[in-house]
């Protein structure tokens, strides 16, 4: 059912410095998670949801572009 396909979603934060943007950009736009919410200040933040099978490489990708990722599930 419709229950099930949420289930198989992973939501993530990713904070990063506003220098990191497009590094993090290209991230995203390879990876297509959906863009939940954003907010660019000096600190960056957005929340992504992307299927639970592709979220380690999306966190992973994340990281090395420079961000960090808060508690992975919110």
Partial sequence: GLGDV???QRTIRVDFPYIAMN?????????????????????????????????????EKLKKAGGSIAGEDI
């Fill in 6 to 8: 949420y289930k198989r």
């Fill in 23 to 59: 590094d993090i950009m290209r991230v995203i736009k390879e990876q297509q998670p959906k863009i939940a919410s954003q907010e660019f200040d000096n600190l960056c933040t957005m929340v992504l949801t992307i299927r639970e099978s592709r979220a380690g490489e999306l966190t």
